[in-house]
C-alpha cells in the first residue's frame, strides 16, 4: 500500500531526491504489518541508517517518525484499530 506519511520521492526529514530508501516505520516483527498499512516512508541513506542522525541509530528520531505516523492514521482509524495493529501506542 501506498505511504500514508508521504507519497513524495524526497527524504522526509531533508527532502533531498538522492540516495533513497524506503523505510517501514514499524520494522522488526512489525514490517509486514507497515507494508500492508502503508506505514512506509522514503528515507536518504544517512537519515535511514548510515549515521547517529538516522531513524536506526537515533531512537528520539525513530520515535518521532512512529508518532508521527500513528497521528497520521488516526486521522482515519481510532487508537484501539492502531493498537490492534501494532501492539502498543506511542502517543
Ligand atoms: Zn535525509
Ligand atoms: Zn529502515
Known sequence: MK???SNNEECFF????RNLHL???????NRKISDKNGFTVYLCAYHHNMS??????NRKLDLNLKK?????YERKHTRED???LIGKSYL
Do not use: A, E, L, M
Open 68 to 72: 508521527y505516523c500513528q497521528i497520521r
Open 14 to 17: 531533508c527532502k533531498t531526491t
Open 52 to 57: 547517529n542522525d538516522s531513524v536506526h541509530s
Open 3 to 5: 505511504s500514508i506519511v
Open 82 to 84: 492502531f493498537i490492534q
Open 23 to 29: 523505510h517501514h516505520i514499524y520494522f522488526g516483527p
